[in-house]
Structures are given as C-alpha cells and as structure tokens.
C-alpha cells in the first residue's frame, strides 16, 4: 500500500522518518517519548504491518482514532478471469486507457514508420484522456498542482 495521510482523532499526523527522529532527540530515546501524536512513520517491515506513532498516545489519548487512508496496491492478474484496477465496477470505463496504454507499449518495439508513429500518437491519448478522466471523477488529486501533456508544470 501508499498511504494518502494519517489522522489521529480528526488532526492530520505528518510523515516523518526514524532517521530525523533520531536528530530531533540527540542522546535519548524517540520511542518513550509520551504526549499527542504530530507524526508517523509506517514500519518498513513487510511482516510487522504497524503505523508507529510520535509521540506515544498518552493517557489520555486513550480511546481516540487513528485512521490510515492508503491508495491499495492493485491485485496481481494472473488468471484468465483477471479484472483490473481490484475488479472495481467504478473503474471499469477505464479499461480501455489500460488496453490503449498495452498496445502502445508493444509498438515500441516496432520499427518506426509513419504509420506505427500515428497508432502510438492516438494510443497514448486514448490513455491519457482515461487518466484524466479517471483523476477528473474521482477528485483524488485535488491539492495536486494542475497536470498539462507535455513536460509543462503549473
């Protein structure tokens, strides 16, 4: 998983690493530090699966949220009966971006003639109309910066 952001009881939590806790707390411990979480740093270790939070929860903490929102790691298609994008009907408009995105990759490897320079052209519009699409739907990037073809960046 990627997570989107962390809240505990409604604040946002910010992403912070063991590295730059270890340089905010020179010469003691990050790990017994007590009080109301501003950070967290998701666990690296594939097996352990934990959000560690800091500071601690206190006490009187106790009770209170804390909320991972995470982006899924898509399901691996292995099988024939395979559906993209984790089977979600919400997404399935979008199949054809994924289709147009495969065909442009196999043409990569063609040799390059008008022709085939056209097909690429019309296949990665098709994808990138379905990406745009599919952000302009489903809002997730709203405090993105605005996306333009091309290599611009506003």
């Known amino acids: 998983m990627w997570e989107k ?3 505990f009881n409604g604040t946002p939590l910010s ?10 707390n020179p010469g003691s411990r990050w790990d017994t530090v007590t009080g ?4 967290y740093v998701i666990d690296p270790d594939e097996a352990r699966k934990k959000i ?8 009187g903490d106790a009770g209170k949220s804390l909320i991972l929102t995470y982006f899924a790691l898509p399901a691996d298609m292995v099988a024939s009966g ?3 994008l984790n089977s979600s009907a919400l997404m399935a408009q979008f199949h054809i971006g994924l289709a147009a995105w495969c065909a442009w990759a ?9 022709a085939i320079r056209k097909k690429k052209e019309d296949l990665l519009s098709i994808y ?12 997730n ?14």
């Open 15 to 24: 992403p912070i690493s063991r590295m730059e806790l270890d340089r905010l």
């Open 128 to 139: 990138n109309d379905a990406v745009s699409q599919a952000v302009n739907t489903f809002g």
């Open 141 to 154: 990037t709203v405090s993105a910066p605005m996306r333009m073809r091309g290599v611009r960046s506003y």
């Open 106 to 114: 196999l043409l990569q490897n063609e040799q390059v003639t008008d």
């Open 5 to 7: 952001k962390v809240t």
């Open 82 to 84: 395979d559906v993209p």
């Open 52 to 59: 560690l939070v800091y500071p601690i929860p206190a006490d």
């Open 36 to 39: 109301t979480p501003r950070n």
